[in-house]
T-cell receptor
């Protein structure tokens, strides 16, 4: 059974600080990695995706991937109260072309304190 | 506007009843997916479809059925065989190629009467 693990939190971060969210996965052959943000009662919204080892930056968000350690993280700089949400890590390890079979972690609940 | 439309937003099922959740997309995406989310949990894949007239079971397909007669539509039926159907149901789509991200509709909340 392929697994994706996240600390469920809650993770509490002061406004303006860096929030660091972590995710580990069990399938060493995993090839694509996604971070979604989900506000309470809403559907997930794509924040970042990363395919290669290293860092990928988009505005205040940075995704970091380390395939050797089977670890992917999301950093949020200059955290804002509007960043308070649950962050879902998703991993695709299905090598078939076409559709993806994403495995999701249980999510980390992040609270930004003003 | 391009997007994924799920309906209804809320749905109630009586004992022994089948109910169908609608998912329509106008993004011209080839692949479509159905997920279930229980409170405090991540998403679990029910069914997915790569092309019209073809679909595959996900991790929790028992008690559910789907069809893909048109590229833009992927309805999910929750049958009476699904004994614990109360959940948040999410439909997603992606362009098709392996690494392209999935985007989600607004979801349907299903409850038992």
């Amino acid at each position: 059974q392929k697994e994706v693990e996240q600390n469920s939190g809650p993770l509490s971060v002061p406004e303006g600080a860096i929030a660091s969210l972590n995710c580990t996965y069990s399938d060493r052959g995993s090839q694509s990695f996604f971070w979604y943000r989900q506000y309470s009662g809403k559907s997930p919204e794509l924040i970042m995706f990363i395919y290669s080892n290293g860092d990928k930056e988009d505005g205040r968000f940075t995704a970091q991937l380390n395939k050797a350690s089977q670890y992917v993280s999301l950093l949020i700089r200059d955290s804002q109260p509007s960043d308070s949400a649950t962050y879902l890590c998703a991993v695709n390890s299905d090598r078939a072309q076409g559709a993806q079979k994403l495995v999701f972690g249980q999510g980390t609940r992040l609270t930004i304190n003003p | 506007d391009g997007g994924i439309t799920q309906s209804p937003k809320y749905l109630f099922r009586k004992e022994g009843q089948n109910v169908t959740l609608s998912c329509e997309q106008n993004l011209n995406h080839d692949a479509m997916y159905w997920y279930r989310q229980d409170p405090g949990q991540g998403l679990r894949l029910i069914y997915y479809s790569q092309i019209v007239n073809d679909f595959q079971k996900g991790d929790i397909a028992e008690g559910y059925s789907v069809s893909r007669e048109k590229k833009e539509s992927f309805p999910l039926t929750v049958t009476s065989a699904q004994k614990n159907p109360t959940a948040f149901y999410l439909c997603a789509s992606s362009p098709g190629p392996f690494n392209q991200p999935q985007h989600f509709g607004d979801g349907t909340r299903l409850s038992i009467l």
